[in-house]
């Protein structure tokens, strides 16, 4: 009795193995891409988030200055992702779109002075940037 049912009883073969392989193989690469998509996506967030950042500081920096001191190009700054590998570079762009007249007549307020402020921040290596921010400065009490 008992010969018969452990002759009865097979093992499993090689081929049965290889297809059920297969089908795991089958159902967990679309899982694996997922998760290494995910993973980019937010390596890439990250990066957007930090240039960003950086951008809107930089932004605040030049809005606290006093406007005849906006001026130029600021280029060549570098922030680091991890210390001393100056990941991003930041150039920061004046272009003054209307002089400033210190006292225009009341009938001509248009005459007060306007820079236009453009910040880019690249990643080392990159000709596109990575974050732009653009802003307007005027003097104080316009």
Not at 19 to 26: D, E, N, P, T, V
Not at 70 to 83: E, F, I, N, Q, Y
Request: aromatic share 4%; with cysteine; hydrophobic share 40%.
């Amino acid at each position: 009795m008992m010969t018969r049912r452990l002759a009865a009883e097979r093992g499993v073969t090689l081929l049965e193995v290889l297809i059920a392989l297969s089908i795991l193989a089958m159902v967990l690469l679309p899982v694996v891409l997922g998760f290494t998509q995910a993973l980019t996506n937010t390596a890439q967030s990250t990066m957007q988030s930090v240039a960003t950042s950086w951008a809107r500081e930089k932004m605040e920096e030049l809005k606290l200055l006093p406007y005849d001191q906006v001026v130029g190009t600021t280029a060549c700054l570098s922030r680091d992702m991890k210390p001393g590998d100056g990941f991003y570079q930041l150039e920061a762009l004046v272009q003054e779109l209307r002089a400033n007249t210190p006292n225009p007549p009341p009938s001509m307020p248009h005459q007060t002075g306007l820079k236009q402020v453009t910040i880019n921040v690249y990643r080392r290596g990159s000709a596109t940037p990575t974050a732009t921010m653009l802003g307007y400065l005027a003097p104080s009490g316009v």
